[in-house]
């Protein structure tokens, strides 16, 4: 499975796809089929709750208990029609996205599959989302993430790809003869419709992808920041090193930690764990130094030698985690963090310093994510989890992919 950044897209391996979008609120998801031109042809290619049908595109209800979905059937969508947009927008009449942190999972729709998930960064006053759109290039159809938001609901969203928003009645005493209105499509009742004499808001810029790369030299990455393993005009990285390191918080205090890194497919299947019991996983490609029994000494306490080159095409995520074997609590440990290094040259590429602590006996440090490019992705974690060892991480780990 990918983890998509802002802009980036992906082949789509299925002919019905279906998009869900989660959040810690409820959400409405919609749909729109949109021409060449970017419009809708009618009131018909708006697809949500009142109106959950329409040619190769579903509006699918999660009744509260599952996120709502729009469902693709490439195969069924009309001649003319070369994209479909996903949206989304807080239930609650006014909420923003401030705070809450939407999801996008593109599925396999016949077998649930996950096939990539976007979480669009830095939201804030917008109050609806374009999030995933599904689109057709050279006689293929792929998926791009987008994280697009309004300011202005739905109503912005829908007016800006040409759907008819119903006015209010103007409460007006006797008024003047006009021409007959044209009769709206159903639409969503909570669409606040813009004011009368006002015209839409303009849409918020799109979010930046906060995504980075090896172009101006070594990247101290922070919690939650991305890096993508490439440097321009550079071939792909071959064979890196993940040294993690950390010291005793007290003098004189040893401290029993464990590096490990746990492999995983494309739906987040479990594929092995390379640990201090176990050196060698996936035919050699990834080798662990063996176990630092007191991090005590300057320096890598614990390295991890990846050979990119090697991983097999099944592998598709890496998940870097420390486990303090002897329960004692990472608030008990100082300084912290894990560094990626060029093999072949020696050079440090990526520091991610673990910044705070928990009293937990487990952190997830950082992950690796291949792209369908072939290139790989470095994002900081600093997640803590309550395990003792690197099997207890295997399920939280898999829920961060």
């Known amino acids: ?7 980036s897209n992906i082949p789509l391996s299925a002919a019905r796809v279906a998009v869900d979008v989660a959040a810690p609120v409820r959400l409405d998801v919609s749909g729109l089929l949109l021409t060449a031109d970017g419009k809708v042809r009618s009131d018909d290619d708006f697809i949500f709750y009142n109106q959950p049908s329409g040619p190769g595109v579903t509006y699918r209800s999660g009744g509260g208990s599952a996120p709502d979905a729009i469902v693709v059937d490439t195969a069924a969508v009309p ?4 994209k479909i947009v996903v949206t989304a927008s807080p239930d609650a009449a006014g909420q923003t996205f401030q705070g809450v942190e939407p999801t996008a999972t593109v599925r396999n729709a016949d077998d649930g599959s996950a096939l990539a998930t976007f979480t669009p960064p830095q939201l804030g006053a917008e109050t609806a989302l374009v999030v995933i759109e599904i689109y057709l290039r050279n006689g293929a159809w792929k998926a791009r993430a987008v994280g697009q938001g309004y300011a202005n609901g739905l109503a912005g969203i829908a007016t800006d790809f040409g759907v008819s928003v119903e006015e209010p009645a103007a409460p ?11 009769v709206a499509a159903p639409v969503d009742p909570r669409i606040a419709p813009p004011a009368p004499a006002a015209p839409p808001a303009p849409p918020a810029a799109p979010a930046g992808s906060g995504k980075i790369n090896l172009d101006k030299g070594r990247v101290n990455l922070q919690k939650n920041q991305t890096v993508s393993l490439v440097k321009g005009g550079a071939p792909l990285l071959s064979r890196v090193r993940m040294g993690l390191g950390w010291e005793p918080a007290f003098r004189g205090k040893d401290i029993d930690l464990d590096a490990s890194v746990i492999a995983y497919g494309p739906n987040r299947n479990h594929l092995d764990s390379c640990y201090f019991g176990k050196l060698t996983i996936l035919n050699g490609a990834i080798k662990h130094s063996g176990d630092n029994l007191t991090g005590e000494g300057a320096g890598d306490d614990e390295v991890i030698m990846v050979d990119l080159g090697r991983i097999p095409a099944e592998a598709t995520g890496l998940v870097f985690t420390v486990n303090s074997f002897t329960g004692q609590k990472f608030n008990e440990v100082a300084k912290a ?3 990626l290094i060029d093999d072949a040259s020696g050079e440090e590429l990526v520091r991610f310093d673990l910044t705070g602590a928990e009293p937990q006996t487990g952190v997830m440090m950082a992950k690796l ?5 072939g290139e790989w992705e470095m994002t900081g974690m600093g997640e803590f989890v309550k395990s003792r060892t690197v099997r207890g991480m295997v399920k939280p780990a898999a829920k961060s992919l």
Not at 1 to 7: E, L, V, Y
Not at 172 to 182: D, E, F, G, R, T
């Open 172 to 182: 007006v005493a006797p008024p003047a003869p006009v021409a007959p209105a044209p």
């Open 369 to 373: 994510i291949k792209q369908f490019t």
């Open 337 to 339: 963090y894990c560094r």
């Open 1 to 7: 499975m990918t983890a998509m950044t802002p802009g």
């Open 79 to 82: 001649p003319g029609i070369e």
